[in-house]
């Protein structure tokens, strides 16, 4: 079936540093939707990508969708302890959303 | 807007009790899903319904967890019997379905079987 790999699983990152986490599929996606979810909380949408090569930008986010609809990644700037978290991306196929492992964001203030 | 709305937030039961996990999906909303999220295994989709139906159960575990929809409104995720490895937190999520919308989730119930 279809699966999406996340990398890294974990990432620690001293303030002000940037972040990146990847997403990657053997299959092309016609889709990818990115999440954040909160120590404790519940998953978030972010954004969706569905075009090959797109590229998105929500303030210091960026989300890329790879030109073969194979890979995506999310990359944040400058990074502040309020982006803390763990950030999943999945892709929708016949209706159903799979998620990615997640990548957990530690911040050091 | 309510949101998806769960109950209970938090649930600890003892091994081989029934446990029963409710979601209220936000209305207009035609499609529902069940994850469950754990450490090992992240978050896998357990089932999803369309218009009440359930389209694919191929995450359900075992035939100790069923799940249903009797209306648009309300869906109920039952474990029967319940072991100590059902322990996670199971999320409810919905969107305006099928297709690429954006799922909705609720704030989930941490289930803990002793």
């Known amino acids: 079936g279809q699966q999406v790999m996340q990398i890294p699983q974990y990432q620690h990152v001293q303030e002000g540093e940037d972040f990146t986490t990847y997403c990657n599929s053997s299959?092309?996606?016609?889709?990818i939707q990115w999440y954040k979810q909160r120590p404790g909380g519940h998953p978030v949408f972010l954004i969706q990508l569905v075009k090959s090569g797109e590229v998105k930008k929500q303030k210091r986010l960026t989300f890329q969708f790879g030109e073969a609809k194979k890979n995506s990644s999310l990359h944040i700037t400058a990074t502040q302890t309020t982006d803390v978290g763990t950030y999943f991306c999945?892709?929708?196929?016949?209706?159903?959303?799979?998620f990615g492992q997640g990548t957990t964001l530690q911040v050091k203030p | 807007d309510a949101g998806v709305i769960q109950s209970p937030r938090h649930e600890v039961t003892e091994m081989g009790q029934e446990v029963t996990l409710r979601c209220k999906p936000i209305?207009?909303?035609?499609?529902l899903f069940w994850y469950r999220q754990t450490m090992m295994r992240g978050l896998e989709l357990l089932i999803y319904?369309?218009?009440?139906?359930?389209?694919?159960d191929s995450g359900m575990p075992e035939d100790r967890f069923s799940a249903k929809m009797p209306n648009a409104s309300f869906s109920t995720l039952k474990i029967q019997p319940s072991e100590p490895r059902d322990s996670a937190v199971y999320f409810c999520?919905?969107?305006?379905?099928?297709?690429?919308?954006?799922?909705?989730f609720g704030n989930g119930t941490r289930l803990t079987v002793t």
């Open positions: 999945g892709s929708s196929n016949t209706g159903k959303l799979i």
């Open positions: 209305s207009g909303h035609n499609s």
């Open positions: 999520a919905s969107n305006v379905g099928p297709g690429y919308s954006p799922l909705h």
């Open positions: 299959t092309t996606l016609s889709n």
């Open positions: 319904f369309n218009n009440n139906v359930p389209i694919d």
